[in-house]
C-alpha cells in the first residue's frame, strides 16, 4: 500500500469505546450530555448512529471533510461509516444519542427520507418550537434509561418521534426533500439507487423497478432536480468514492472494483469526470 494511503487510515470506534463517560445507557444504546468545550483534533469514524442536538452552541463540525458551524438549536446526524472531528466552544449545551445499528432499525423508518439525503445534509437548523419537542424527547429517554429496567419499546418510541421531528425540520431547511417529499416516484428512485448504486449505473434498471420508461424517469428527475437521472446515480456513486478514498481502508484498485468498476481506469476516469481530480490526486490532498 502506497504511503498516503497508509497515512489516511481512520480509526473505527465502537460504542463501547464511550461507555466509560456515559451519562446513561444500556447495551444498545448510549445518553450523553455535553456542557463546554470539547475538541476532536482527528478525525475517526464509529460502527454507529449519532443523533446530537445542540441546544446553545458554538464551534466547527467537520463532516466527511465538510466544516459546519456549530450554533444553538441545531441538530446532526451521523451514520455509520462517515468521518468526523469537532471543535466545541466553551459554552455548549448538547444532548447525544449513540446507537447501535441493530436498535436503530427499529426506529430508521420515521427518518422520512433517503439515508443519503441526510449524510449529504448531516446538519439541519431548528425552529425554537422543534427544539422544544426534541430537548423533550432527549431528556425523557435519559430519565428512562436511567430507570434499573429501563424499557427498550418506550425508548425506540421516543427515538422514532425525534426522527419524524428531525425529518420535518429537514423537509423545511432543504429543497431536495421538499421534492421528494412531494413526488414519490423520486423518492422511491433515491431509495433504489441507495440500494443499487454499487451495481446498477444504467436509468432502465431503475426505471424498470419503477414501471416507467427511462424517458420519463429522466423527464421528472430534470423538472424537479435540476438534472438528469444519470447524473443523480453518478453522484451517488461519486460520494461513496469520496468517502471510501477519505477513509484509508482500501486501495484505489479496491475502491473501484467495490463500486462496480472491473476496470481501474474507468474508475479513475469517471472520478475525475466528476471531482476534476484522479482518485490519487483526491487522496493526496487529503
Keep these: 500500500m502506497a504511503k498516503h494511503e497508509t497515512e489516511a487510515r481512520v480509526p473505527i470506534i465502537g460504542l463501547d469505546g464511550f461507555r466509560e463517560?456515559?451519562?446513561?445507557?444500556?447495551?444498545?444504546?448510549?445518553?450523553?450530555?455535553?456542557?463546554?468545550?470539547?475538541?476532536?483534533e482527528k478525525p475517526h469514524k464509529h460502527d454507529f448512529f449519532i443523533i446530537m442536538l445542540f441546544d446553545k452552541a458554538e464551534g466547527v463540525h467537520t463532516i466527511d471533510s465538510v466544516d459546519y458551524t456549530i450554533s444553538d438549536r441545531q441538530i446532526h446526524v451521523l451514520f455509520p461509516g462517515q468521518m468526523h472531528k469537532w471543535y466545541i466552544g466553551s459554552k455548549t449545551i448538547a444532548y447525544q444519542l449513540?446507537?447501535?445499528?441493530?436498535?436503530?432499525?427499529?426506529?430508521?423508518?420515521?427518518?422520512?427520507?433517503?439515508?443519503?439525503?441526510?449524510?449529504?445534509?448531516?446538519?439541519?437548523?431548528l425552529t425554537e418550537d422543534a427544539c422544544d419537542q426534541l430537548r423533550y424527547e432527549f431528556d425523557a429517554i435519559k430519565k428512562e434509561l436511567r430507570r434499573d429496567s429501563s424499557l427498550a419499546t418506550l425508548i425506540t418510541a421516543r427515538a422514532g418521534t425525534i426522527a419524524a421531528i428531525v425529518s420535518r425540520e429537514a423537509e423545511y431547511a432543504f429543497t431536495e426533500f421538499k421534492v421528494y417529499q412531494s413526488n414519490p416516484r423520486l423518492a422511491k428512485f433515491n431509495m433504489l439507487i441507495d440500494e443499487y448504486f454499487k451495481q446498477q449505473k444504467f436509468v432502465m434498471f431503475y426505471a424498470e423497478k419503477l414501471h416507467i420508461s427511462a424517458n420519463y424517469l429522466n423527464i421528472l428527475c430534470k423538472k424537479h432536480l435540476k438534472i438528469s437521472a444519470t447524473e443523480l446515480i453518478h453522484q451517488r456513486v461519486c460520494v461513496e468514492a469520496r468517502r471510501l478514498l477519505q477513509s484509508g481502508d482500501l486501495s484505489i484498485k479496491e475502491i473501484g472494483f467495490e463500486l462496480g468498476f472491473t476496470d481501474n481506469a474507468y474508475f479513475s476516469n469517471f472520478f475525475k469526470s466528476q471531482t476534476g481530480m484522479t482518485p490519487t490526486e483526491f487522496r493526496e490532498k487529503l
Design 21 to 40: 463517560g456515559q451519562t446513561a445507557g444500556r447495551e444498545e444504546l448510549l445518553f450523553n450530555e455535553i456542557h463546554g468545550e470539547r475538541h476532536i
Design 98 to 125: 449513540m446507537v447501535e445499528r441493530p436498535f436503530f432499525e427499529h426506529f430508521a423508518p420515521f427518518f422520512r427520507f433517503s439515508f443519503t439525503n441526510y449524510q449529504n445534509h448531516p446538519v439541519i437548523d
